[in-house]
């Protein structure tokens, strides 16, 4: 393969067109998630506007921009303007000033969330999706055109998806080495947060040490999501078990993360009911926008 062959493929590979129907509903299903994840998955986050601004340790984009300490004002001023420009967002108008909008002061949500302590990194690609979906203008739920700019966008959060997982590994050989994976490590999770059926693991450390090989070996492997056919789909599904699992062993959910799953399917397959195909007004369609 000569050095130009190389580049050319990847970039057909990265741009290759998808339908703008499948941007569409990804763009339905993250800005609605949005709601879901400021209102309850992260409703703590409201309480930094009364924690001490000494507590505050903001991480390095915080500092790099730099952003105010979160306060009795900044942060539900985040918050309602989040909301509000996630619902402009939602109704299809204006999908790139009102799909930035919703980025920058999504990524502001999270700097005032994980600048306190613990940073989850079940947010990669819900982050790098608002970032992307932006981009792609105009797309209906109905519009099966083919596109380069929605199969960059959408390739963009699969790739998202695959580095959380591999980059995981990393993280667990880096911090916690060998003894991650030979240890104790999903017996004392199971001690510590287990539901009724991760307890009834506990007399089983064998298979829970035999889990840990598996998780590691799934997420090394994860760039095989990317595989087309039925492989890849079969390896989405060993995704989809495994958040399931831990959901039911350790009750640790990985939802933004697994909401981006949905890139991976043929959303554009999906019936269009009628509230989706028009608008409160009864003539835009939801997830079409002017450019």
Same mark, same amino acid.
């Given at each position: ?9 990847? !970039?057909? @590979? ?5 339908? /703008? ?7 339905? %299903? ?13 409703? @703590? ?40 420009? *996630? ?12 799909? !930035? ?9 999270? =700097? ?20 992307? /979906? ?14 380069? *700019?929605?199969? @960059?966008?959408? &390739?963009? %959060? ?22 991650? /994976? ?5 017996? &004392? ?18 298979? =829970?040490? !035999? ?5 590691? *070996? ?8 990317? *595989? ?15 958040? /399931? ?47």
């Amino acid at each position: 393969m000569s050095a130009t062959t190389l580049p050319r493929r990847l !970039a057909g @590979w990265w741009f290759a067109p998808l339908p /703008l129907a499948r941007l569409a509903w990804l763009r339905t %299903i993250v800005y609605g998630f949005v709601f879901v994840d400021v209102l309850i998955t992260t409703s @703590w986050v409201p309480m930094h506007a009364q924690t001490p601004s000494e507590l505050y340790r903001p991480l390095f984009l915080a500092r790099l921009l730099p952003l105010p300490t979160p306060g009795p004002v900044t942060v539900p001023a985040v918050m309602v303007t989040l909301l509000v420009c *996630a619902g402009l967002a939602l109704s299809g108008r204006l999908p790139r000033l009102a799909g !930035a909008a919703v980025f920058l002061l999504y990524l502001q949500w999270m =700097l005032i969330a994980f600048s306190y302590g613990k940073v989850n990194h079940d947010r990669v690609a819900l982050l790098v999706a608002l970032a992307v /979906l932006p981009t792609g203008g105009r797309a209906g739920h109905r519009d099966g055109t083919a596109s380069d *700019a929605a199969g @960059w966008a959408i &390739r963009c %959060i699969q790739v998202a998806v695959v580095l959380t997982y591999f980059l995981s590994t990393l993280a667990k050989l880096r911090y916690g080495g060998l003894e991650w /994976l030979d240890g104790s490590t999903l017996l &004392r999770g199971v001690l510590r947060r287990g539901t009724s059926f991760g307890d009834g693991l506990r007399d089983y450390p064998g298979l =829970l040490h !035999a889990a840990q090989y598996g998780i590691v *070996a799934f997420e090394l492997t994860s760039p095989l999501l990317l *595989a087309r056919g039925l492989f890849g789909r079969i390896y989405l599904g060993f995704a989809a078990v495994f958040h /399931l699992v831990t959901w039911a062993t350790l009750k640790i959910t990985f939802l933004p993360h697994t909401v981006c799953l949905l890139a991976f399917l043929p959303l554009e397959r999906l019936p269009v009911p009628s509230l989706t195909a028009r608008s409160v007004t009864g003539e835009v369609p939801l997830g079409s926008g002017e450019r």
